[in-house]
């Protein structure tokens, strides 16, 4: 049996695998048998990470459960499709579809929870199938998604997860359909969890602190319950800083509303959150029915006020002077694949080694290992979405939209002081990106994701995204009117709250293929 692994993971791309202490014990024969260790009553979570099988062929009838994977090469993830040489490999060598397969029983105890499949990020296309049944295809490669398996579940016997991976450029999907200046690999290359929760369970959590500049700073969480009921339920929510719980409060909420705020009041003695002290609280909800915890989610945040004016960048009301670098999540051999020590290892080492202050997740949301390493180490974050340049149909457009949403449901990144829509933004953070990088703002998709995301996320004065002079220069509306109609709708929703622009302006900037 492995040792028990503990993971509380503010961003954890399950939603709510911060509650658990998970392990894995193995059983004799095909199929594994997953354990757990409680970390509330009802909610388990379980490392899926290791013994897969893969085939580099989509095998036909692959994903049927009376299918013989005997030849199969046993993996485990994160894994790349393919192993590649160092430099001088075709980008075509990773593009093909490939399948995996995972054979698992389920711990006895947990027949009456609900129970979801969790994955971190497979590049690019996903279809997954439980047991002959096709739960969906995800399309997206940055981002988190999951399945509810609740209904598909043997829950006394071998179950057999498949899950179809299409690794080419589809130009249905971002950031492809033109061409981009990276590469993207393939295979399932971020964690998989199994998650079990009550049938009522807090789905997400968004601490935002606020006027963490005055004494009597208050802390709003917000909380995302799943239910199928409308019963009356408790919320209790506890600020902690370490063992000890700095203030609680707890309220009655309904389940049906699509999310209910709790303000922790006049939180007094608070450490800052900055570069060279970057203090991180607890927050832990406890969902309770008749006075009995049935479900807990934990997850951290940090008390900082981060904005530009037209005198620089201030964080926590003293200027700083932003010095970055542009980040990749690719490695030799691997692609993407690699496990949270090194993702956090190349956070360390642009803190520590190049004395950075500020990383540009180039040009996608990057792992959450390396994001909160980020937030533990004072280093700040400018995060985007997926894309260079091209924008494609209106299905291609419809998919960013949707991911977008997903996105806003998903825990942001609260102390990534430079953000993109790729996770959810609130008016404490100061600067993202709103549209594909290096796009010519001439595009009615750029004018109207410029539009739609200062209107709704109320952030940000400059030009939304990193474009280069001249494509600014080509706009059919002025830089100047666009700042001016971007003004307009941030002090409408925020007040007199200065911005500045930003953009890169450097020769040769925006040609095919440069690398970032």
Known sequence: ???????????????????????????????????????????????????????AKNVAGGNRTAFNDSTFTRVTIPHTNKMLPWHGFDDKDYQFVSLYRRHFTVPNGLQ????????????????????????????????????????????????????????????????????????????????????FVHSTFIENVFAKPVDVLQENRRLVVRCYLNSKTVAPRSLKVELLDGPTVISSATATVLAAGPFHDITLQNLRGIQLWDITNPKLYQVRVTLLEADSSVDSYETRTGFREAKFTPDGFFLNGKHLKLRGLNRHQTYPFVGQAMPARVQRRDAWILRKELKCNIVRTSHYPQSPHFLNACDELGLLVLEEIPGWQHVGDQAWQDLVSAVKKINEQLKPLSLQVLLSPCTRADDNLAVFEIRLDERNERSNYSMLCTVSSIGTLYLTRHLPGLTDSKSIGSTALTKEAIDDLILRFIENALGNRSRIEMHDDYAGHGQARRVA
């Open 1 to 55: 049996m492995d040792k028990p692994k503990t993971r509380v993971d503010r961003r954890s791309f399950m939603k709510g695998s911060c509650a658990s202490i998970a392990g894995l014990a193995v059983l004799s024969g095909s199929s594994d048998l997953l354990f757990a260790q409680r970390a509330s009553v009802s909610r388990q979570v379980f490392p899926l990470n290791h013994k897969w099988l893969y085939s």
């Open 112 to 195: 009456k929870h609900r129970a979801f499949i969790d994955f971190g990020g497979v590049m690019t296309a996903a279809k997954v199938t439980l047991n002959d049944h096709l739960l969906g295809e995800y399309r997206g490669g940055y981002t988190p998604f999951s399945f509810e398996i609740t209904e598909h579940l043997n829950w006394r016997g071998d179950n057999v997860l498949a899950v179809e991976v299409d690794s080419t450029e589809r130009n249905d999907i971002p950031p492809f359909g033109g061409e981009i200046d990276y590469l993207t690999f393939g295979g399932i290359y971020r964690d998989v969890t199994l998650r």
